[in-house]
């Protein structure tokens, strides 16, 4: 049973993947048919910010309503129905209508599955649950650029992801007899506790310090998810389709890098994970901000993927330890509402930045938020005095 159910958790974070980066790897489709600019997308991203913080914020009280296997189910509806949504849209302002409920679903999906598996699973599944986030990802740039390709339109992508979000939400709806009876044994074993709330929660010693990492962290993600594919085509040149296969290059390095640190975790812990990862982000950027070519700049797509993937799972694991069982909740609200809201901040500015100046300032942009990350990470660590254990 908790096999089956493990490989659903990891079906279901796939569809959290999936509509994060059909956007930025459309968005330059997406411009030229609406006649619309780059800073729109900034835009799009705060809207979907603002769904998403919302829900992140609300799970607690409507998870002991609803439950983790109805509320995440309804939750991917909500993102399948933006996504065929945008696949008719012919205006921008329905595809910003459309992106609060996109974001919505994402905040609650975030927030629920992470906490369900720190608290019930082994440290590993975290890395793995993130690298079907990868697949997701690395997924979307390949259809649209396989829908370009055989004839079809950006339309016709989002038309084909957002019916895979049904089928996954229907596999969780007829799942719903399996998660009932693991929550029964999983809060015996795990001594339940009645959840903190987040007044309480962000009183915490280190609680605020966690939140800006995962802020940091997504502040470069997103930015670099956004307008990756409008950086290529902008200082390479290439097509918006050879552009969305090279962005697929940094999903495939969170994808396999997150599997790798799924095996490396029982040997080594989460602080070295998150230390190596940063200094290979590090490197990444560097890279892409001296390669002329396009072949070059893929390498650092996928030297910035493999970085960055065990930054965001590892942090996130070790929430339950940090802080213990009762406010591990509320602590991964704060997390995952503090990560989009700084992505959603940052990455509209860099938007605005390329416009002003030149698109071809992002590894100098994406270089000031991985040391945010790195400091801020090592602040943590001393305040909680976890870096022995973690």
């Excluded at 929430?319 to 909740?329: A, H, I, K, V």
Aim: charged share 10%.
């Amino acid at each position: 049973m908790t096999g089956l159910l493990i490989i659903i958790i990891y079906i279901t974070y796939i569809s959290l993947g999936l509509p994060d980066s059909m956007i930025g790897a459309s968005w330059p489709a997406i411009m030229e048919e609406m006649g619309i600019g780059l800073e729109m997308l900034g835009a799009i991203s705060l809207i979907s910010t603002v769904g998403t913080i919302l829900a992140s914020l609300c799970t607690t009280p409507l998870l002991k309503k609803f439950g983790t296997a109805k509320l995440t189910a309804f939750s991917i509806i909500l993102t399948a129905t933006a996504l065929l949504g945008y696949s008719i849209s012919n205006h921008i302002f329905f595809l910003i209508i459309l992106t609060i409920p996109l974001g919505m679903g994402a905040g609650a999906i975030d927030t629920i599955i992470n906490n369900y598996v720190a608290l019930n699973f082994k440290p590993k599944h975290m890395n793995f649950l993130h690298s079907f986030w990868g697949v997701g990802v690395t997924t979307s740039p390949l259809v649209l650029a396989a829908a370009i390709n055989s004839g079809g339109t950006w339309r016709t992508a989002y038309l084909i992801v957002g019916i895979i979000q049904l089928v996954i939400s229907a596999i969780v709806l007829l799942s719903i007899p399996l998660w009932k009876k693991a929550d029964k044994k999983s809060e015996v074993q795990l001594d339940y506790k009645e959840p903190k709330s987040l007044k309480e929660t962000v009183k915490v010693k280190g609680v605020i310090f966690a939140a800006l990492c995962f802020a940091f962290y997504c502040s470069l993600e997103f930015t670099f998810n956004n307008y990756g594919n409008s950086y290529l085509v902008g200082t390479t040149g290439v097509t918006v389709e050879k552009g969305a296969t090279i962005v697929s290059l940094f999903y495939l390095g969170i994808t396999l890098g997150r599997i790798s640190s799924g095996f490396a975790v029982s040997k080594l812990k989460s602080s070295t994970l998150v230390r190596m990862g940063e200094i290979l982000t590090v490197v990444g950027i560097i890279w892409l901000g001296v390669s002329r070519s396009y072949e070059g700049k893929a390498v650092a797509y996928l030297l910035i993927g493999l970085g960055n993937a065990p930054i965001f799972p590892c942090i996130m694991n070790e929430t339950p330890r940090r802080f213990g069982m009762e406010y591990s909740q509320s602590a991964i609200s704060l997390q995952v509402a503090f990560a989009y809201l700084g992505g959603a901040l940052m990455a509209p500015i860099f938007g605005v930045l390329g416009k002003m100046i030149s698109i071809s300032i992002l590894p100098i942009y994406l270089m000031v938020f991985a040391v945010l990350l790195i400091v801020t990470y090592e602040i943590l660590l001393k305040k909680t005095k976890m870096d022995k254990f973690i």
